[in-house]
């Protein structure tokens, strides 16, 4: 005898899975995404004008070496970029500015790309003049948060791609009913996790690592602010047939309309006033504030070191931990490294570990030791030797190295007579036999 067979019941309450109620609502879900096809696929224009923006901004850059001379590039990035210091004493325009500029055409290329990606579905969904004011907002916020990054010189639009991304998330959120879970996952689970990932995880990367040559603090401000935009700002999709597919909860007043359209007009304003007030500074690097140093003995004799900025040790081309020994990483053999303000890098070591010692090292090397202080060696670079067998090269943007000598004025050894001196033999580079003296090729000079 066989028992009747049971009806399996349904993982979602009482619904069976032929309930016509889950039916509907699935085929309603599949018509509002067909919809939202369509909606996502017309052509926005705002996006691509701030891409060719951007696009424009890059090509200034990249020919800056022509118009601007030797280091126009760098002295570009230092006008406009993001630096707090500058910022706190008035320069609030670099708030903006700094989002137009990026470091590379790698940088650019990152970021105009996740714009066009991600920009379009956020014009098409919230209109041109609500889409800038998510822009805006984004690209503000992220240079906020970029403030408590007292490091490098901070530049790229990244903070404003990051905000495409909460406001996506966002979107989602305010849809998520409507939606089926393919796109409740592309909308809302994928672009949280996205932005959450890149932004947490590289900051506590960042913490464990001693690095910061990525922004994260502004990914994650413009994160926060684009999905704050988004979140208020009244949603304008239109399906198949033109029709809103979110319609208001109140009527749209044609003030609260005129006004968004006017404060966008001003924000854009303010956006492209920044950009031209950056240009401003083409001729006057920011100012460096002094940097401290202290004296300690090493093999007998006096070494003077900076103390107000981060002490670490080069592994491969970066400065890697902190609070470092001097002494101790000079005994062993390591670069010291000291990170300077808006991304310059102070090395200290033996000449043979940082030159290829050739003719035109030692007779820079003569200059720097007759001189007593630093001698530029090529560009981007300049050198001290100090304390008989050690040199500093201090390396960083072209327009702020003789900023950077200056500020470090309180290394620069003591006068010529005292122990500090150093000699430099052109025959460092190629020792004589043992049997006989080394004559040096050419002139000597000794302090």
Known sequence: MTSPPSHPSSPRGDQAPGDPARERDAFERRIFRAHLAAAFGRRPWLVMLLVGMLLLVGIAQETAEQWLGDGGAALMLLSGGLIPARVFAGEWWRLLAATALHQSWTHLLVNTVGLLLLGRPIESAFGATRFWWVYFAAALAGSLASLSNAGAVSVGASGAVFGMLGAMVALGVRLWPRLTPGLQRSLVLMPAGVALALGLLGLMLDEVAGTTAVDHRAHLGGACGGFAAAMLLALRLRGLGGELLVPPRRPASPRIASALRVGAAVAAAFYLGSIARATLQL???????????????????????????????????????????????????????????????????????????DEADVEVMGRATATGGFVRRHRRAMLMPVAGELLFVLRGAEPLLDSYSRVLAPITPPPAGLPNAVTVDRALDQPAPRPQPVTPAGPRSRR
């Open 283 to 357: 001729g006057a690097p920011p100012l460096i504030e002094p940097i401290g140093a202290t004296t300690l003995t090493w093999r007998d004799r006096p070494l003077t070191v900076p103390t107000t900025v981060r002490t670490g040790v080069l592994r491969g081309n970066r400065c890697s931990g902190e609070l470092v020994d001097v002494a101790w990483a000079l005994d062993t053999d390591r670069i010291v490294c000291f990170e300077l303000p808006l991304g310059g890098l102070l090395l200290l070591g033996r000449p043979t570990q940082m030159l290829s010692m």
